[in-house]
């Protein structure tokens, strides 16, 4: 089935430091999402994907879709504290059975150093 | 004014039982899911469902089957409760057709014993 590779599996970082991580697969999504996961919550949506080559932000957070739609990237300007947990990204494939059902990463754990 | 709830959030069993969780959502949602989240903390898909279709990933074993009363619900209901079952389970929604983001609930922390 389809997979996603998401790196790097954990970082520590400075607080200030930017942050980094990405996806990549081996077939074409339609749709990237990037999620966050706090301990004992469920995921949340940080951005969302739609077009191959768009760029979005959200605050401090910037996200790619990958022109060639099988891979994506997160960027974290000047890390805080609370940008502590586990980052997910998903693709989601065309719609229509399986293939419409979000594929997800195994996730970025990111520790801040305060 | 939670979109996505589920209950309980935790629930400690005995091997053997038979156990369900309860999920409901207020966005108007046409297709509600189950996942898995493993202690790596690996997210998988178990079910998707809407109206139309119900889509079972083939490694679900047929111990768990969703219920669905009606569009804004979607329990999942698990039979011979067995070890390895113990996870977080998520329940989550999206609309189909369109944007396509799905919102999670806050989970469910199984533990069999």
């Known amino acids: 089935g389809q997979q996603l590779n998401q790196s790097p599996q954990s970082m520590f970082i400075q607080e200030g430091e930017d942050v980094s991580m990405n996806c990549t697969s081996s077939?074409?999504?339609?749709?990237w999402l990037w999620y966050k996961q706090d301990p004992g919550e469920g995921p949340v949506l940080l951005i969302a994907l739609y077009k191959a080559g768009e760029l979005t932000s959200n605050g401090r957070l910037t996200a790619q879709f990958g022109i060639t739609r099988k891979d994506s990237f997160l960027n974290i300007s000047a890390s805080i504290p609370s940008d502590v947990g586990i980052y997910f990204c998903a693709g989601q494939g065309p719609h229509g059975g399986s293939q419409g059902n979000l594929i997800f990463g195994k996730g970025t754990k990111l520790s801040v150093k305060p | 004014d939670t979109a996505v709830s589920q209950t309980p959030k935790y629930l400690v069993t005995q091997m053997g039982n038979d156990k369900s969780i309860k999920c409901e959502q207020n966005?108007?949602?046409?297709?509600m899911y189950w996942y898995k989240q493993d202690s790596k903390k690996f997210l998988k898909i178990m079910f998707s469902y809407n109206n139309k279709e119900l889509i079972i990933n083939e490694t679900v074993p047929n111990r768990f089957s969703p219920k669905s009363p009606d569009k804004a619900h979607l329990n999942l209901h698990i039979n011979s409760l067995e070890l390895g079952d113990s996870a977080v389970y998520f329940c989550a929604s999206s609309q189909v057709g369109g944007y396509t983001e799905a919102f999670f609930g806050q989970g469910t922390r199984l533990t069999v014993v």
């Open positions: 966005l108007g949602h046409d297709t």
């Open positions: 077939s074409i999504f339609n749709t």
